[in-house]
């Protein structure tokens, strides 16, 4: 793997110079200062424990630092904290600034994040998505050709390039797909692109065998020659690699255990007494004497000490010269920002409008969207199928039923609900998993400020409308023509238009379902009895105005109503005579009137039966949308 030429190490949003005095211009200092992190919930003993106590430290520029503790020891709050993408259950005290700045949503343009659990999309390649994440985070400032030349660059120095054409993975299970260490280094090439100045890395190193951990850290290494500072969360790394971090960060309990180099660090727990014996992982006794207290009597040390506790460590550090030289270099740094006033140059500079079309990116999300609908025949292609076979079997049972008579009416009544319940139960149920299923990653992306919550809606529904048009088209041509409805074209498209509303209602009412529960099974508990209502107040089986007065508002929530209504009105409308043999006279119904009215239907409703299906298609989606918001809010 080769070092990147200068020229490749610049970010594409150089900042501002700045006049630092003994600094490279594009250099990023970030500092933290006596912060403090509680969680806002309380125990039930009402006392709020901080994850984080009062800590403070620096991460100089171009520097690999590794942040190791034990578990619980606040690592990954730490990392998130300085990432700005800390959740809002934590409150924060103390500040964080970067360059004198203090720490906002700019960190989303100068940092990257690495999770440990990669969360990627499936069903395409390597190529693509690296095509896509670059039009997402970099949007039209720089030019398609550009983009092509640091996706190939990237391919080539993460060493992707022979699986760009592999896809990610698969939801069918067949072909092949990125192992773990690929969508490692995926990870990192997709952080890549915006060439930060901070790269966040949370235990990047877990799962994989010694030799792709490191690889992945020589990765970083080389990223650091840039000018990005890489800080890294580690559990456990082999002794080699803990001596490729120019800097440790150790912590337990909240607190800092020390601030310096591996040797540093062991010489400094060697003056505590705790020397590490020879032959033993110097990365798993840093861990070891920072997990609980020890005794250097008990049976089965690797190391030599007198009894100490992690909090004596951390008293210790904090009276040493390590912690002194760090309160050294925070104030230098705010003295400099208060002098030079260079946090202000450097706020205008990251306060710049960074060139990401609204549209743009919806755009690409939607394209996203589109290639994994069409690369999932489970997703879309096997529901037209089934669609059309349920329209044929409609079709033909009703083919000889519909007539101009008494026994007509049944029957055009019973096609018509058959219409409409599958323009509604069928994709108002597949559209309950729609949120669920892509929610932990639009989370991740949302955090990272790709786009926003509307937009990430927008485009989902915008991609599965190709696919709603066509089937719905489908189901209702087919239907129409072998049940031998009425060969009017004004019935005809009315009957289409109405069932394509009805399909996009029934959608929107799934997602609003899908957005305001936890989960697919709850969102279906509470689906099946609104069901009820909807069918109910459909028409088909009761006359509207009979039911009870407290209970005449359920049908005016009730798009089956308004759709059954429209598409009898595009049927019978303007028919005269009807066949009255063999049936009593007074029973009789003789016109297209007297069904409507049966019905409890009328003629002079189609424009409103119109207005309601659009009103409750924007409806159910603002407050899908909105549930949405909320849900990604709280997480």
């Known amino acids: 793997m080769s070092s990147w030429d200068s020229a ?36 039930s003993s009402g006392v709020q424990l901080p994850v984080l106590n009062d800590i403070s430290g620096t991460l100089l520029p171009g520097t690999l630092v590794a942040l190791m503790g034990p578990s619980g020891a606040g690592k990954t709050t730490l990392m998130s904290a300085l990432a700005f993408r800390m959740s809002d259950n934590m409150t924060t005290v103390g500040d964080i600034h970067v360059n004198g700045c203090p720490i906002g949503p700019y960190m989303y343009n100068i940092s990257g994040y ?8 499936e069903s395409i390649t390597v190529q693509e998505h690296l095509q896509l994440m670059a039009n997402l985070k970099l949007g039209k400032r720089v030019s398609a050709d550009r983009k092509r030349a640091m996706i190939a660059d990237i391919l080539s120095k993460t060493g992707l390039e022979r699986c760009a054409s592999t896809k990610i993975a698969n939801a069918t299970g067949i072909g092949k797909t990125l192992s773990g260490g690929e969508k490692k280094r995926l990870a990192f090439a997709v952080e890549l692109l915006s060439k930060p100045k901070f790269l966040f890395c949370d235990e990047p190193t877990t799962g994989l065998d010694s030799y792709s951990a490191r690889q992945l850290v020589e990765m970083m ?60 992982n110097k990365a798993d006794f840093l861990v070891k004497v920072l997990s609980s207290p020890t005794d250097g009597n008990a049976k089965g040390n690797q190391f030599t000490t007198a009894a100490i506790c992690p909090q004596t460590i951390c008293n210790n550090y904090a009276a040493s010269e390590a912690a002194r030289r760090q309160e050294a270099f925070i104030s230098a740094e705010l003295y400099r920002t208060a002098v030079e006033g260079r946090d202000k140059a450097f706020h205008k500079q990251l306060t710049k409008d960074r060139g990401r079309c609204w549209f743009y990116t919806l755009y690409w999300l939607m394209y996203r969207h589109m290639l994994q609908s069409h690369r999932n025949p489970n997703l879309q292609y096997f529901k037209i199928v089934q669609r059309i076979g349920i329209a044929i079997l409609v079709g033909l049972c009703f083919s000889d039923a519909i007539e101009l008579s008494q026994r007509g ?46 937009q990430f809606y927008v485009s989902s529904i915008l991609s599965i409308s190709p696919f709603v048009l066509l089937e719905t088209c489908a189901f209702i041509l087919i239907v129409y023509f072998l049940a031998n409805l009425r060969p009017t074209l004004l019935g005809l498209a009315v009957t289409v238009a109405i069932s394509v509303l009805v399909m996009n209602v029934s959608i929107a009412c799934g997602c609003f379902f899908s957005t305001l529960f936890p989960t697919v099974a709850s969102a279906m508990s509470y689906l099946v009895p609104f069901d009820y209502i909807l069918m109910i107040t459909s028409g088909i089986f009761i006359k509207i105005w009979s039911m009870p007065t407290y209970l005449r508002w359920m049908p005016f929530i009730s798009w089956m ?22 049936i009593i006279p007074s029973i009789c119904l003789h016109n297209g009137e007297q069904v409507l009215d049966q019905y409890s239907f009328s003629s002079q409703h189609l424009r409103t039966d119109i207005v309601a299906l659009v009103g409750q298609y924007f409806i159910y989606h603002v407050l899908a949308m909105l549930c949405l918001a909320r849900r990604v809010s709280r997480h």
Not at 114 to 121: F, T, V
Not at 428 to 447: G, H, I
Not at 562 to 576: L, M, N, R
């Open 114 to 121: 690495i999770y440990q659990d990669e969360l990627l999309p």
């Open 561 to 582: 109503m308004f759709a059954s209504e429209a598409i009898s009105i595009a049927q019978w409308d303007g028919v005269k005579n009807i066949e009255c043999s063999n």
């Open 221 to 280: 290494k080389l990223l650091t020659r840039c000018g990005t500072t890489v800080l890294c969360s580690i559990h456990q790394p082999a002794e080699k690699l803990l001596y490729e971090f120019d800097s440790l960060i150790l912590l337990t309990g909240g607190r800092t255990g020390f601030i310096g180099t591996p040797n540093e660090a062991v010489q400094f727990l060697r003056l505590q007494g705790l020397e590490c014996e020879d032959g033993y």
């Open 409 to 454: 009416v049944q029957a055009m009544q019973g096609v018509i609900f058959l219409i409409v319940s599958e323009n509604t139960f069928l994709p108002m149920y597949a559209a309950l998993s729609m949120f669920p299923e892509s929610f932990p990653l639009f989370q991740r992306e949302k955090k990272a400020n790709l786009y926003g919550t509307v």
């Open 8 to 43: 490749e190490c610049c970010a594409v949003d150089n900042l501002d110079s700045m006049p630092v005095a003994g600094r490279n211009d594009t250099d990023v200092t970030l500092i933290w200062q006596n912060l403090t992190i509680t969680p806002v919930r309380k125990l």
